[in-house]
């Protein structure tokens, strides 16, 4: 099982206390020790992509500079397209700097009024190394959008989305389950494949 992460440590590029317990979740079987860049001290970069993937690159390499490590960023965020696409690359800032996902959802809502509340949640993960190299995988789940919202088992807009052919929003699920059919978990897998299959 070949690894790319030397001493098995590796910077979670994120100062989301959700995505970090997330990311370090699905990481927890390859045995990887997981540091938060929160914990490292080291500053959050300014998102300045127009993609989901300029902004996973952004982060994962910043945080490989600063720490030294191998580093690994997600950018991720909610796509409704009856909305043009928003919020988008910028889902966080629609909760402001106060990360009021509650007003967000109530935003999202207030714009969709009677619109197609077709979604699709997007996450794509950079993986940097110490050497210069970034890699990037895609992960994409659809779904509908809710209201009110439902459930607080997970974060962001998670209480508002319903995968497809479920039932349960992402918010009502066990985190166990919705590690499996995440869009997050959907980008992990292909860095599964390409990293950690068996030869």
Known sequence: MPRIFPGGRLVIASHNPGKVEEIAALLTPFGIETISAASLGLPEPEETGATFEANAALKSE???????????????????????????????????????????????????????????????????????RTELFRGEVPGTLTWPPRGDKG?????????????????????????????????FAKLVARYFRND
């Open 62 to 132: 910043a945080a490989t500079q600063a720490s030294g490590l191998a580093a690994l960023a997600d950018d991720s965020g909610l796509v409704v397209p009856a909305l043009g696409g928003a919020p988008g690359i910028y889902s966080a800032r629609w909760a402001s700097p106060a990360k009021d996902f509650q007003s967000a959802m109530a935003r999202v809502h207030q714009k969709l009024g009677d619109k197609d509340r077709e979604a699709r949640f997007v996450a794509v993960l950079a993986l940097s190394s110490p050497e210069g």
């Open 155 to 187: 974060f962001g807009y998670d209480p508002m989305f319903v995968p497809r052919g479920g039932t349960l929003t992402f918010g009502e699920l066990d985190p166990a389950e919705k590690h499996h059919i995440s869009h997050r978990a959907r980008a």
